[in-house]
């Protein structure tokens, strides 16, 4: 190929981990969580396939999937409108009794048709619960040059509490991985210990027509999960590497590290380290530039266009359309799209999700180890 | 499949007067508002009004203009049949010619407006700022059962003989034109703004082109000869927000009229109304610990550690801890190093004001006065000084002065 197209296709799982943040995904799934002032999650991981030339991309949806699908729509912000690939969201094959699928395993197999057709040799999977501006070249390059069957991505970092305490509870596994040399020689499921590990980020590289022998095999035998129930299965027979990323992650498990991850982005240093790469891409709103008006007070924020703003703004993160009225004041927030906070109302540590009102004269307050969450469309 | 209203968006012009602005981009390309380039407002009317195919006439430095146009997807205008076209002068099996005239880039395109078979076609100009609904100026047309109609604005009394004036009766029919009169005998400027019948439009079209002696000019040559010929010319009243940006201080005034429309009428606020653009893309903007911002306007990809006040910001916009902007006109990705002051000035793309230097002044008195001008990419150096008219289209040394 000429150019910069890879040799792989791209395959995301939107609704991974939706179990950990049950406010957020009420009317959404992981992957449409708005993010960073103007982004949505899965805007991160496509974008990031996009720079590295993979263009056949798609995402295999379970429930919930509209605002996705109205996010994405033909996938031209991504420059995702192909003849050959593009981008392709899949939802769930409606049969007789409507069965949802639970794990990796049955996701792929609902594709394994379109698997078998497509040219690329490689297949890297990835969740949606991740903002980075990752290469998946060079991680492409590492899993070829070693010849491995598998490549899993890691971070050195401590496992998130949240994961801990529900390790027993939650639908969605998760995994740090025992590294010897530079192959995987451990897959711990639901491991709690503190202390730095090599907490995978479950994105993973592995040849097409392996991954479709794996499924196959794998579904036969009624599996579910890829990683529980195939790699570590195998972890002999099979050549898995650990491919450890160093760069920026923001890591959503839950609604305080959603609030944290967005207020992390008010320094200067993490906002570089995320976006000093190539483009995040993302859909366009068309709004006007965010108008501050006479007496209008703004210190240490992120801020999105289409705003207006009246009253007082510190440390907060505002996404697009949100309007402060006069005398209000907003601390500590994150205020998604078209917020309104009314006149002299006052808002601290809240989360406030799309189209909620503060009416006037209202306080709310949450504070920093709890942050007052107010849903979709609600009027305070 | 006939188009009934073809546009025809008059995009030529060299905008000389805005001089280091335009040294390479056509006028309808500078950038206005924040995040939009002059051309948004007429092609985002567009759209709005519900037309779909427009010819873009293009001749002075197309570049940029090109590309910003694209396939005219950031305006809906990327249609199967219809849609927005650029069109160059081209050669023919004739020979080639430049535009000649506004009249000329459109007897050029005949061929282009044919393909449509349309009844009616708009000519519209691409260096106004207006938000304007074209249906509601057609349905006058058609009401009056006009072959042409020009929209025009009341100006006060006193100004008149700056405009193109149509005199109109009661039923306000056009008995007369004066460009630019010393006695005027009307207030009724002419926007540039036509919708003509389409037979009518080629048939003064040939016939202008067949006189060696006209300047090929709607204005000067088509509007006359259809008034010699008692054709049937009506003027609309527009009243909304309209400025012809055409000069460095009716740009920058223009652009300070953003920030107030509850008095400029100028609201880009307007959820029913609109104005599309092609976005930078970049992360929402970051406002500092200390800065401070006052009463402006702020768009993606900016990062604010100074002071700005009273300013419209393009994205991408740096202002350094320090810095001071204020009642400035600051477009994409420029740079204000830290102790700078940029005021009552407009400083074009990717320029930098390095640190301690000075751009600018505030008049004494009322009205715009002097606007100092920056062209795109300049450098000014650390210390240096641009007085409040100075036109600087290359860079300032360290400590110069520049007047």
């Known amino acids: ?380 | 499949m006939a188009k009934e209203l073809v546009a025809m968006l008059l995009a030529g012009g060299q905008g000389s007067r805005l001089y280091a602005l335009t040294q390479k981009l056509a006028k309808p390309a500078v950038p206005f508002g924040g995040k939009y380039r002059i051309i948004d407002f007429p092609l985002s009317n567009c759209v709005n009004s519900g037309i779909d195919t427009v010819g873009i006439l293009t001749q002075y430095q197309p570049f940029v203009l090109n590309e910003y146009i694209g396939n005219g997807q950031p305006w809906d205008l990327d249609r199967l049949y219809g849609g927005v076209h650029v069109l160059p002068p081209y050669q023919k099996a004739s020979g080639s010619d430049w535009y000649k005239g506004t009249a000329n880039a459109i007897y050029q395109n005949i061929a282009f407006i044919e393909r449509y078979d349309p009844q009616y076609v708009i000519i519209l100009s691409g260096d106004q700022i207006c938000k304007q609904d074209y249906s509601d100026f057609l349905e006058f047309h058609k009401q009056k059962n006009a072959e042409f109609s020009v929209a025009v604005m009341e100006v006060p009394w006193e100004e008149a003989s700056r405009f193109g004036l149509m005199v109109a009766d009661e039923d306000d029919r056009i008995t007369e034109f004066q460009e630019k009169p010393k006695e005027p005998k009307s207030n009724l400027a002419s926007m540039g703004i036509y919708i003509f019948n389409w037979d009518i439009l080629k048939k003064y079209l040939v016939e202008d082109e067949a006189d060696p002696n006209s300047e090929n000019d709607f204005g000067n040559n088509i509007i006359p000869n259809l008034l010699r010929d008692n054709r049937r010319m009506y003027a609309y009243h527009f009243n909304g927000y309209w400025k012809d940006v055409g000069t460095i201080p009716s740009l920058w005034e223009a652009n300070m009229e953003v920030l107030d429309p509850e008095h400029s009428g100028i609201d880009l606020f307007d959820e029913n109304w609109k104005i599309y653009s092609r976005n930078s893309g970049m992360t929402g903007h970051r406002i500092g610990e200390n800065a401070i911002v006052e009463n402006s306007m702020i768009t993606d990809g900016c990062n604010i550690k100074g002071t700005v006040k009273h300013s419209i910001l393009f994205a991408g916009v740096t202002v350094e801890e320090g810095a001071v902007v204020e009642d400035a006109v600051v477009m994409g990705g420029s740079v204000i190093k830290s102790g700078a002051e940029v005021k009552h000035c407009i400083v074009a793309e990717n320029a930098t004001i390095e640190e301690n230097a000075k751009v600018g002044e505030k008049p004494e008195g009322e009205g715009v006065g002097e606007v100092a001008t920056i062209a795109a990419g300049v450098t000014i150096g650390a210390g240096a000084k641009v007085g409040p008219n100075a036109m600087v289209y290359d860079d300032v040394k360290e400590g110069e002065e520049k007047w």
């Open chain 1, 1 to 380: 190929m000429v150019n910069s197209k890879a040799e792989a296709l791209g395959i995301i799982f939107p609704n991974s981990y939706d179990s950990l943040v049950p406010e957020l995904v009420s009317e959404r799934l992981m992957a449409s969580i708005p993010f960073a002032s103007r982004y949505r999650m899965c805007d991160f991981i496509i974008s990031s396939m996009v720079h590295s030339g993979i263009d056949n991309i798609s995402l295999i949806v379970r429930k919930n999937y509209h605002s996705l699908l109205d996010h994405l729509g033909s996938g031209r912000e991504w420059d995702l409108v192909r003849k050959n690939g593009g981008l392709n969201i899949v939802p769930p094959f409606a049969q007789k009794q409507v069965k949802i699928f639970a794990g990796r395993i049955e996701a792929l197999e609902s594709i394994r048709g379109y698997l078998n057709k497509q040219s690329e040799k490689y297949v890297i999977l990835s969740d949606a619960n991740i903002a980075v501006n990752f290469d998946f070249n060079e991680l492409l390059d590492a899993h070829i040059k070693s010849g491995a069957d598998v490549t899993m991505v890691y971070r050195k970092q401590p496992i998130p509490e949240t994961l801990i305490r529900q390790s027993t509870s939650s639908e969605d596994l998760y995994y740090s991985l025992g590294i010897n040399g530079d192959r995987v020689s451990k897959i711990y499921i639901n491991p709690t210990e503190d202390g730095e590990m090599n907490f995978s980020l479950n994105i993973y590289v592995v040849e097409r027509e392996l991954l479709i022998k794996m499924i196959d095999d794998a579904y036969l035998r009624g599996y579910t999960y890829f990683v529980r129930d195939v790699l570590d299965r195998q972890i002999d027979n099979l050549d898995i590497r650990g491919y450890c990323y160093e760069g920026y992650v923001a890591h959503i498990h839950d609604t305080k590290s959603y609030f944290e991850e967005n207020m992390k982005l008010l320094q200067e240093e993490n906002l570089n380290a995320l976006f000093s790469g190539d483009q995040i891409y993302t859909k366009i709103r068309d709004d006007n530039p965010t108008r501050y008006i006479v007496g209008a007070k703004a210190k240490n924020v992120m801020v999105a266009d289409g705003c207006v703003i009246e009253g007082e703004v510190e440390n907060s993160v505002l996404f697009r359309g949100v309007h402060i009225g006069k005398g209000a004041k907003v601390k500590n927030c994150v205020l998604m799209q078209d917020t309104v906070i009314g006149e002299n109302a006052s808002v601290e540590y809240v989360i406030t999700d799309k189209n909620v009102t503060i009416t006037s004269n209202k306080s709310l307050t949450g504070n920093d180890s709890y942050q007052v969450y107010v849903a979709k469309g609600q009027i305070v």
